[in-house]
């Protein structure tokens, strides 16, 4: 399922990052990669807040959609 559909305050395994190369490569960057940890700390209208290690990160819905955890 799509992180902005998830339960907000959950830690969860990334299964999949969609996208092109170019996305992928972003959120990789960012330390969003599949097996990886994150927890969905707030969604508004689409657009989440993520932490990722000790990060928050905000990401927009479009970007959002490609992570399914």
């Known amino acids: 399922m799509p992180i902005t559909v998830a ?4 830690e969860m395994i990334v299964r999949k990052v969609g996208g092109n190369s170019e996305v992928k490569l972003h959120l990789e960057n ?3 990669v599949p097996g990886g940890f994150v ?4 969604v508004n209208n689409g657009n989440v807040i993520l932490k990722v290690k000790e990060s928050r990160i905000a990401l927009n819905k479009d970007m ?3 992570i399914m955890v």
């Open 7 to 10: 339960d907000t305050g959950e």
């Open 30 to 32: 960012l330390g969003i």
């Open 39 to 42: 927890t969905l700390i707030a």
């Open 64 to 66: 959002a959609m490609k």
